[in-house]
């Protein structure tokens, strides 16, 4: 089965510092996610994309924050100046487009776990 | 906006026996209501979903079970297996456009299933 990639698995990083987390989504995909868990909370919407622009964000998605999907395949999430309350598990997921036979599926990648130090 | 409660927390069966969890959703406008379950050190994975034209569904051993009066569905596994174990999520959203991949996740089940 398909699946969405991401990179890195782990990254620890010190306070202030601007990190990347890449993505790569299901080929045939169009709509792409972010969402984050902290740890022991509950799974939380940052960010939704279509069509290269921001369709829709969370309150958490704040100035910090920026997506991108430089290159038709990549998705990523850039946090500009970490702070110690980013640190959680960030979570890529994808949607293909509408009627499909799982269109209203998001599939969603392994993670990426920020430390934040 | 939507806020999805999720019970309970953590869930012991014993193998064979059944496992329900139960999900309250506060937004009457969500119509897709999906369950995910979490594997450790994976992303989460769609099993079942239903949507609000539909008061159950089923798959295999999994079902779905929606009250949109009451706003509250459950997930009902029957017959455990050890390989059930695995956090299991509800969500909720407004099916339609982008919103679609917007959802509001409970608070996520431990379900430990003993051999």
């Known amino acids: 089965e398909p699946e969405v990639t991401q990179t890195p698995s782990h990254q620890v990083t010190q306070m202030g510092q601007e990190v990347i987390l890449r993505c790569v989504p299901i080929?045939?995909?169009?709509?792409f996610y972010w969402y984050r868990q902290i740890l022991g909370q509950k799974v939380e919407f940052l960010v939704s994309f279509y069509n290269n622009e921001i369709s829709e964000k969370s309150e958490i998605f704040d100035d910090q924050f920026s997506v991108e999907r430089p290159d038709g395949s990549n998705f990523t999430l850039k946090i500009r100046s970490t702070k110690l309350e980013d640190s959680a598990m960030y979570f890529c997921?994808?949607?293909?487009?509408?009627?499909?036979?799982?269109?209203?599926?998001?599939?969603f990648g392994e993670g990426s776990r920020l430390t934040v130090l | 906006g939507e806020n999805v409660e999720q019970h309970p927390s953590t869930l012991s069966v014993q193998e064979g026996d059944s496992a329900v969890i139960k999900c309250t959703y506060s937004?009457?406008?969500?119509?897709?209501f999906p369950w995910y379950k979490q594997e450790l050190g994976k992303g989460p994975q769609l099993i079942i979903d239903?949507?609000?034209?539909?008061g159950e569904k089923k798959d295999q051993r999994i079902a779905v079970t929606l009250n949109k009066t009451a706003k509250h569905f459950s997930l009902h596994i029957t017959e455990t297996q050890p390989e059930d174990s695995a956090v299991y999520f509800c969500a909720a959203t407004l099916a339609g456009g982008t919103s679609y991949g917007k959802l509001t996740f409970g608070q996520g089940t431990i379900l430990t299933v003993h051999p």
């Open positions: 997921a994808s949607r293909q487009i509408p009627g499909g036979p799982r269109a209203g599926e998001l599939f």
């Open positions: 937004d009457s406008a969500s119509n897709y």
């Open positions: 239903i949507r609000s034209n539909v």
């Open positions: 080929s045939n995909h169009l709509y």
